[in-house]
């Protein structure tokens, strides 16, 4: 939300002593009545002059009780939309003086009605005063004011967040991303880069709400603010919202690695179990190892001790034992499940070797072959071939391929 100060200072410009009057407190000669005098700003038709500089008069005296008759002999004798701008604008400054938000609103309005003032100009008077409001909790109140902004401004995006703002307030999540969403995309068509402030938000926003919009945000927001926050909740809510099977967590686990995001015990419990669960068991092996070398998990604790207790009675395959299965293997899935257990070991060479093998085989999978293909290509630093592998990936590990080529667009 826009600072006060800055709006009440917009609103004040707005509802400044207009020119006339200040001639005439002055004891000059009204600007309307000096031949080829240059106009600053609407002038007062003839007839109403005497009555707005009457109504001024009582403004400016701050006579509560004078002020009704004087504002209604004004308004009888305008004519003019200029008259009934002005009349406007000093409504505006007594509604400002007494912190009368009602009057404020209603001077807006009719400010607008007269159609002196620039839509943007007038929009963003509606979003001043729609700012007010929100202070004072009036949030149906100054969600009509934003909307009128927004009306008239359609690419206004401080508007945008201020009516996001409002929609949450009223408790109203599913309208208020939306809005933030369309703020990004605003910034983003105009070649400005979103502040993060408003990735953050939108993506509490809908998360808190558990929206779908929450995946897409996340991942927008990893786009544009790589970090380990970002990494962690992009891929973490893709996660939650999408519960993706084994092959798809794995890959995901795979990624939050390669991230450097792999940083907890339940994500590492995940990562070795899906690897266990396909019978990587040096895979598995190797995550708990380096986890628990970086000191990033404790081997007390109960998900760990679990993991590694399960693995103790499994066989983990050497570089000689994959060199004799290579040569046994008949099928697609023998040579990927083969360059699965050499990616396990870091072996990334050798495992882009066999998913290439594969490519010809007997029952090839090529959303499978290229999925694990461009993760090789991408550790191994092969950054086109890695593009060009996951471009390829459709179906259900789309998606993770969609986030593994992030990460290779963000790779040095």
């Given amino acids: 939300m826009k600072p006060t100060a800055a709006l009440l200072a917009l609103l004040l410009s707005a509802a400044a002593t207009p020119a006339f009057a200040q001639n005439e407190a002055a004891g000059a000669q009204p600007a309307a009545a000096k031949p080829g005098a240059e106009a600053k700003g609407p002038l007062p038709s003839k007839g109403a002059q005497k009555s707005l500089i009457a109504l ?33 604008q000093m409504q505006l400054s007594k509604g400002l003086a007494d912190k009368d938000n009602a009057a404020m609103a209603a ?7 007269t159609g002196v003032l620039d839509s943007a100009t007038v929009a963003d008077l509606f979003i001043g005063i729609g700012a007010e409001q929100y202070k004072a909790k009036q949030f149906d109140l100054a969600a009509a004011s934003f909307e009128r902004g927004l009306a008239l401004a359609p690419g206004n995006t401080e508007a945008m967040a201020n009516l996001a703002e409002t929609r949450f307030a009223q408790g109203r999540k599913e309208q208020a991303v939306p809005l933030l969403q369309k703020l990004i995309a605003t910034d983003l068509a105009a070649g400005r ?10 993506f509490a926003i809908a998360h808190s709400a558990r929206l779908p919009a929450s995946a897409d ?7 544009s603010y790589p970090s380990t926050t ?14 993706p099977g084994t092959e798809q967590l794995l890959n995901l686990m795979r990624l939050m690695r390669a991230a450097g995001v792999l940083d907890n015990a339940i994500d590492i419990s995940l990562y070795a179990t899906a690897a266990f669960d396909q019978g990587n068991y040096s895979e598995a092996q190797t995550v708990v190892d380096e986890a628990l070398a970086k000191q990033t998990v404790s081997a007390n604790d109960r998900l760990v001790k679990e993991v590694v207790d399960a693995l103790k009675a499994k ?4 570089a000689a034992d994959l060199e004799t299965a290579v040569k046994d293997a008949k099928t697609a899935a023998a040579f990927v499940r083969i360059g699965d257990r050499y990616f396990g070991l870091g072996n990334y060479a050798k495992a882009i070797e066999l998913y290439r093998a594969a ?15 461009g993760m090789a290509l991408a550790r191994s630093g092969d950054k086109a071939g890695a593009l060009e592998a996951f471009k390829k990936v ?13 990460y290779v667009n963000q790779a040095a």
């Fill in 315 to 318: 066989p983990k395959a050497t």
């Fill in 359 to 373: 490519e010809g085989k007997a029952g090839a999978d090529a959303n499978l072959i290229n999925m694990h293909l």
């Fill in 107 to 113: 001077a807006v309005d009719a400010i607008a009605t």
């Fill in 217 to 223: 945000i996340s991942r927008q927001w990893l786009v």
């Fill in 394 to 406: 459709t179906g259900p590990s789309a998606p993770v391929a969609q986030f593994w080529t992030i």
């Fill in 230 to 243: 970002s990494w962690r909740n992009a891929l973490a809510t893709y996660q939650n919202l999408n519960k």
């Fill in 56 to 88: 001024q008069k009582v403004i400016q005296a701050k006579d509560a009780a004078a002020y009704p008759a004087a504002l209604a002999a004004a308004q009888a004798a305008a004519t003019t939309n200029e008259d009934r701008y002005l009349i406007a």
């Fill in 193 to 202: 880069k979103p502040r993060e402030a408003v990735y953050r938000r939108a």
